[in-house]
């Protein structure tokens, strides 16, 4: 069991070193967008593929 | 039980900008308002416009060749040389107080500032004033006069293209943030260095001039024509045969880098203030650790300082050369596309409003505070000496308290948004052109669309760093 007093630093010391990790909060936006492009350029290339199937020249 | 949630601020940004909300949250608000500004385009906009300027002569023309005519050009040279022959006077006999002398903030931020965001707006303003080009211009008329025949020019290489004036811009830079490491002053270098360097850098100017001829040598190698000269690009006014006019904005930097070498001057903008802003912010602690490995290697404490910023520069331009490469191969990844040659070039142009956005967020407040330094105290004593009061202003200090914390971030954070919108705009305009398909040309903005959210995120990272 941890004192009370204890609890706080316990708690607050690794946290005092978020701000080392907030980078990443910032990469988030970004792999979000690379994602959609990845997953819309699949679909799309998926859909032209359909389609060309559908009419065979 | 608020405590452990408040401690951790310390280390973080919104403490210091006491901002109402954590300042990441505004990298993805900046992120949305470019996914919407994206798919807004694409819906609406679906033939390019910025392809032709829209030229047309301003005013009548007697009249604006009374303000662009030969006299008037020999009058703004002048200017040019004289101001230039201040500065360096200022910085070999003034004060070696670099906040003190009037060289550093003349040269380093009304100039080096002031063009780039006077010239988005109004078009090329550097050009009439260039001392260099003045001079250069002069020693031809002069060698008329004479009636001695002009030396023959050799022919400059065009692979070579703009390649000189994005070295050169890194130099500039490196000459301020890493030569002068600031310590905390607006702009750190010694007066006499940067005096120095002036002198060298007219030297080298002129005699490249006389080598390849004056205009070629501002259109291609002389740094500062072309580093304005990219800012100009955006702007509502330009020049053809000696008239002014008025254009369509941001219409001329679509011809802009074709170039060689252009994107590789655009890219030393973003590069140079990216680092400038994380030098003592985002890559700090990066940054002290190398400068403890080259110790170990045996340099001394100024050497490792410098060789680990440079270091980190080079990075920065690696960096967001590698980001921009990584749009163009996205793009090249679309059928119909062109060479990857030819897709870097053309869309090289749509990073201008991007280095015109970090620089105004990044320089925004050094510019509103040094610019008061500039015409009060610096004008009236410019050698610093503390004796010489010309204009009555020497007492003049700077009011801090014109932008506060916030109004700084609010402007920092609209001049990127914007800027990456006007970046997205541009670039979506010219894969209309390049794509006859509007919804292929749609798809391979995608990739641009990523290089913008990264531009943007990254340059909010920088900011709340460095404010942080």
């Known amino acids: ?25 910032y990469v988030i936006p970004v792999l979000i967008v690379i994602g959609g492009i990845i997953r819309s350029t699949r679909a799309e290339k998926k859909r032209e593929r359909e389609e060309d199937e559908g009419n065979p020249p | ?52 300027q829209h030229w047309r002569s301003i005013g009548r023309d007697d009249a604006v060749r009374a303000f662009t005519g030969s006299v008037a050009q020999a009058v703004y040279g002048a200017i040019g040389v004289a101001l230039l022959a201040v500065a360096i006077y200022a910085g070999l006999h003034g004060t070696e107080a670099p906040d003190r002398n009037f060289a550093l903030t003349f040269l380093f931020v009304t100039c080096w500032l002031g063009f ?8 090329d303003l550097f050009r009439p004033f260039n001392p260099w080009r003045a001079l250069g211009r002069a020693a031809g008329v002069a060698l008329s006069a004479a009636g001695v025949p002009h030396p023959r020019k050799l022919a400059y290489p065009e692979r070579l293209g703009r390649w000189p004036a994005a070295i050169g811009l890194l130099a500039v830079v490196w000459l301020e943030v890493v030569y002068g490491a600031s310590g905390g002053i607006a702009v750190g270098l010694d007066p006499h260095s940067c005096a120095v360097a002036a002198c060298v850098y007219s030297v080298y100017t002129l005699a490249m001039m006389a080598l390849f001829g004056v205009e070629k040598w501002c259109q291609t190698g002389e ?13 509502l006014f330009g020049a053809r045969d000696g008239r002014l006019g008025r254009r369509r904005p941001l219409a001329a930097a679509t011809s802009w880098a074709a170039i060689p070498g252009s994107a590789a001057v655009v890219i030393a903008s973003i590069a140079s203030t990216s680092f400038d802003g994380s030098q003592e912010g985002a890559f700090k602690g990066a940054i002290e650790k190398v400068v403890g490995w080259v110790g170990d290697l045996g340099l001394g404490p100024t050497a490792s300082l410098r060789l680990s910023n440079t270091i980190f520069m080079v990075l920065c331009f690696a960096g967001v050369a590698l980001v921009y490469e990584l749009g163009v191969r996205g793009m090249q990844s679309v059928p119909g596309a062109p060479s ?41 004593d410019p050698l610093g000496t503390g004796h010489t009061d010309l204009f009555g202003t020497a007492e003049v200090g700077i009011d801090f308290a014109v932008l506060s914390s916030q109004t700084i971030w609010y402007v920092q954070v609209a001049a990127l948004v914007a800027g990456h919108v006007l970046g997205l705009t541009l670039a979506h305009d010219r894969a209309l052109s390049i794509w006859s398909d509007p919804r292929r040309a749609t798809r391979s903005q995608y990739w641009m669309l990523a290089v913008m959210v990264a531009f943007t995120c990254f340059g909010l990272y920088l900011l709340s760093a460095g404010n942080g």
Do not use: C, K
Request: no cysteine.
């Open chain 1, 1 to 25: 069991m941890i004192p009370a007093t204890q609890t706080l630093a316990a708690v607050a010391l690794p946290l005092a070193h978020l701000g080392h990790w907030l980078w990443v909060f």
């Open chain 2, 1 to 52: 039980m608020n405590l452990p949630f408040t401690l951790p601020s310390a280390h973080a940004l919104v403490a210091r900008q006491d901002l109402p909300i954590p300042a990441w949250l505004f990298a993805w608000a900046a992120s949305i308002v470019l996914i919407v500004s994206f798919f807004a385009l694409s819906a609406a906009w679906r033939r390019p416009i910025f392809e032709e």
């Open chain 2, 116 to 123: 780039p965001f006077l010239s988005a707006i109004f078009g």
């Open chain 2, 223 to 235: 740094i500062f024509s072309v580093y304005f000269g990219m800012f100009s690009q955006l702007g």
């Open chain 2, 340 to 380: 990857r040659e030819r897709l870097r070039t053309a869309f090289a142009h749509t990073l201008i409003p991007i280095a015109l956005a970090y620089l105004i967020a990044h320089y925004f407040s050094l510019f509103v505070f040094q610019e008061q330094a500039q015409f009060t105290y610096l004008l009236s």
